[in-house]
């Protein structure tokens, strides 16, 4: 059942990602400046531009140049960058593996520090870690990234020297950025285990379980948490997608060598190749992680399962 | 004779933003090895609260017991501690809850929630619990059970569910059985094939049980005692036949003649009592029942009545003597 399940999900993937590649195709062609001009530079001749232009095949009919650029792509060629002449598969996979060292970081440290206290929150209710915890919380959801990031800079790195405050050489220069991308995500994951808890404590099947003679813990560990979890999932994946986003600010304000500051100097060069290549790289992750999210729903949830 | 059971004055408060609701208002019996005693009344009387309390399965906040002893096997259960009732819950006491389709775990195969109390009281290894679970399933009539035993709750039926959740609070052998509406979701065909499982299971293991239900009409044919509640307190208790035959509370009567009767052929229509359940915040100072009573005198605003014996072990909580 679940392999064929995984399956059918992996073919789903396919045309959603062509449908994606579609809309980067036509929207890096809408934005206004082009690429050719950039790339001959201010003083180039007619002759030359349109030179460049018939390298880079902009010549050709749009829907031609959609199908070599399709064509291309499955055969995991994402075209060549114009500001370093680089294949853009080489530019991603140089910064691919520190971007999702980051992502990683994050969102498993919001999920496990997020869940831990939701649950404790939600079991404790009205007492003083839920209070405390809940107020934090908030203010880990109205806290914007880049404040974050500078304060925890300012506060870590500079006033108290423990942290490394830019760059990515070693463990070390990965706590700040991690805390500070995760910091948002922890807090929406915190708030929902929190009420998912209080909601199914009230159950029936809670009832159930207390009138066997269970003990508290094992109420709460076998029988209220997996139910709680389902729609914590559905919010980790969810967060997972704004956490890419939010990687890119992160990025800048830590100086971390990934895939978001590369996507900036992309556009500021107007490296078309690279953009659309980290945008559709962006996107396959997104969409690769919402296949994770439902895999798990259907672990969690056997009613999904065996429809 | 010591009782299995002897519940004392029991009385349990919710505590709500429009006010303190007295759900349980100080009711009292007694239930002997084996017996099988019903409570009866209309919706929103206290039959669940009621037995919720024997447990301490009241939710706290809003709930509270707020006096009284329930007595179980010379242990008043109100006494004790934590880790003592748990010991009780499941083990001694089960309970057989109203819903059936939200009393399971939809998560959690029904093996496995079947087989948790065994492990916990008995101490039963993975291996034996599951030959255990077996039996039981067989026992309660559940149809192949080697397939079933690793489904989960929604693969069932709503009368096979219950039937789990029978095998469920049978597991450990307990003395008392607590069997709170276990038919209300079920079609009526399904119900009495359910009460009489519960019926023959339980006279075989010797298990006393208390069974909950609205409906007079049924349960008489399945217990030796009745006790009938209205508005948070017990107002006519005895012999199951006697009170069906001869019932001496206004209140019981109103009941009986609103509910088909198994023993007579129907003469006249069911008729349902006039006017609505008090409310439990604010109850009036004489009988509970005066607002609706077509029997009522002037004392009954002002007076509470008291149960009084009205025959051989039959009680009724009535200022006017009706007669037999
Ligand atoms: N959690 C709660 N909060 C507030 N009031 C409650 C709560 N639970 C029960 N009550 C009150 O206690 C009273 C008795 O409820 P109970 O569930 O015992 O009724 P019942 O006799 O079992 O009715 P039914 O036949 O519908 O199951 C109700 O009137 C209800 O208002
Ligand atoms: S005491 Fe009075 S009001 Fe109450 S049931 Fe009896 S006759 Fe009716
Ligand atoms: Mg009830």
Known sequence: ?307 | MNSLLRVEDLKTCFYTDAGMVKAVDGISYDIQEGETMGLVGESGCGKSVSALSILRLIPYPPGKITGGKVVFEGKDLLQISEDEIRDVRGNRIAMIFQEPMTSLNPVLTIGLQIGEALEIHRGLKRKETRDEVLKLLRMVGIPDPERRIDDYPHQFSGGMRQRVMIAMALSCNPKLLIADEPTTAVDVTIQAQLLETIKDLTSRLGTAVILITHNLGVVARYVNRMAVMYAGRIIESGPATEVYEHPRHPYTVGLLASVPRLDKPRVGRLVPIDGQPPDLIRLPPGCSFFPRCSHRMQQCSMERPELRIVGAGHLAACLKDLGS
């Open chain 1, 1 to 307: 059942m679940t392999g064929q399940y995984i399956i059918r999900r992996l073919l789903i993937m396919l045309p959603v990602l062509l449908g994606v590649s579609l809309i980067i195709f036509i929207m890096v062609r809408i934005i206004p400046g082009d690429p050719s001009m950039v790339m001959a530079g201010p003083h180039a001749t007619k002759d030359q531009v349109e030179q460049i232009r018939t390298q880079l095949g902009l010549d050709r009919h749009p829907v031609s140049q959609y199908f070599i650029f399709i064509g291309n792509l499955f055969r995991g060629d994402l075209g060549t960058s114009t500001r370093t002449s680089l294949p853009v598969t080489k530019e991603i996979m140089a910064r691919l593996p520190n971007t999702l060292l980051l992502a990683l970081a994050s969102i498993l440290i919001a999920t496990v520090l997020g869940v831990l206290t939701g649950i404790i929150a939600g079991v404790k209710q009205n007492s003083k870690f839920d209070y405390l915890s809940m107020l934090v919380a908030l203010f880990g959801l109205s806290m914007p990234v880049f404040w974050l990031g500078l304060m925890l800079m300012l506060l870590f790195s500079i006033h108290l020297g423990w942290l490394p405050a830019v760059g990515a050489e070693s463990f070390k220069h990965l706590i700040l950025p991690a805390i500070t991308l995760g910091a948002n995500s922890m807090a929406i994951i915190a708030r929902m285990t929190r009420s998912s808890m209080l909601e199914v404590i009230r159950l029936d099947y809670i009832r159930t379980a207390r009138a066997k003679g269970l003990k508290e813990k094992l109420v709460i560990s076998r029988h209220a948490l997996k139910n709680a979890l389902i729609p914590v999932v559905t919010v980790i994946g969810l967060q997972t997608g704004t956490l890419l986003g939010g990687a890119v600010l992160t990025e800048i304000v830590f100086a971390w060598p990934g895939v978001g500051r590369l996507l900036v100097e992309a556009i500021l060069a107007r490296d078309y190749p690279v953009v659309q290549g980290v945008v559709l790289l962006v996107a396959t992750m997104f969409i690769f992680v919402n296949l994770v999210v439902d895999i798990l729903y259907a672990y969690l949830d056997p009613r999904i399962r065996y429809q």
